[in-house]
């Protein structure tokens, strides 16, 4: 059965052993009160306009967006499963070399897409102004609150790739839960759009979802490299915060920013399906050795 699903389970992580009956009920165990809850608190947080209560908003917007590992938690402490499984240890021993590779990766892939959109898009992005000094400086303060941000996108990797994963992954093989697990993570996300951006929420929901289905093999690459999520949360985090640092030099035309927006976001997708494809070529190769 492990071979005709194809299952890569990193050596270093000694998970409990599920039927593929307790692994299903896990799983929807898992995603149904996360969305939920993840839904009503992102719902409390739109609902604070005032300034007042932007501290409660914050509040209820990050508990929201640690939902995933919030509940992951919750039924590892009630079903009695070891906290160790998710994989929340960074094991550096015999890694460094692996974390090396994704912060470059995450960096570079980060850094050229805006070169990249620059080029087909002259008349929208350019560089401007630009001061080498200046723009070193802040994508190092950007690196640096990066890594800082990882600790919150914690809250997202211990749901996805510690709890969710594995158990997708006993019941349909790595691939397919490779997959399943970036469909899942656009769906929560779509949970939050509905909420705060209903108008554009389709359009977020299908790029959100492209995006973590491709980045997905990367974060799975890396966990089952070195057996823990700490890679998947550094790469998650650079992705987010650093490609900020362009905002002072890119855009030179708002009006056909909005109206090619859209288009330049496709162009921005290409060094990520390039990351993603070797990375799926990758497992694809693991699992013909099994």
Request: proline residues 4%.
């Amino acid at each position: 059965m492990t071979n005709s699903r194809r299952i890569l389970i990193p050596d270093e992580i000694q998970r409990s052993e599920l039927s593929f009956k307790t692994a299903r009920v896990q799983v929807w165990l898992f995603i149904i009160p996360c969305f939920l809850i993840t839904g009503v608190f992102t719902f409390l947080a739109a609902a604070c306009d005032s300034d007042l209560e932007s501290a409660k908003a914050a509040l209820f917007t990050t508990i929201a967006c640690f939902m995933p590992a919030i509940t992951a938690i919750v039924i590892c402490l009630i079903k009695h499963i070891k906290i160790s499984e998710l994989a929340l240890f960074p094991r550096l021993k015999g890694n460094v070399s692996v974390y090396a590779i994704v912060i470059l990766i995450a960096v570079v892939m980060s850094l050229i897409d805006q070169p990249l959109t620059s080029a087909i898009f002259p008349d929208v992005v350019q560089f401007q102004n630009f001061d080498g000094f200046v723009f070193t400086m802040n994508a190092l303060i950007l690196f640096a609150v990066s890594l800082v941000g990882m600790i919150s996108l914690l809250g997202e990797e211990i749901g996805w790739l510690g709890y969710l994963f594995p158990r997708l992954e006993q019941l349909y093989g790595t691939i397919p839960a490779v997959v399943l697990t970036g469909v899942f993570r656009g769906v929560w996300h779509l949970v939050m759009f509905l909420v705060i951006a209903p108008d554009t929420a389709l359009i977020q929901f299908g790029m959100i979802t492209v995006t973590n289905v491709l980045l997905n093999s990367l974060f799975i690459w890396a966990m089952k490299r070195t057996s823990s999520i700490i890679p998947a949360a550094l790469v998650h985090s650079i992705a987010n915060m650093l490609p900020s640092v362009y905002a002072a030099y890119t855009i030179t035309n708002e009006e056909l920013f909005i109206k090619n927006y859209w288009q330049m976001q496709m162009v921005s997708l290409i060094p990520t399906v390039m990351i993603a494809v070797a990375c799926y070529m990758i497992l694809f190769k693991w699992c013909k050795k099994l």
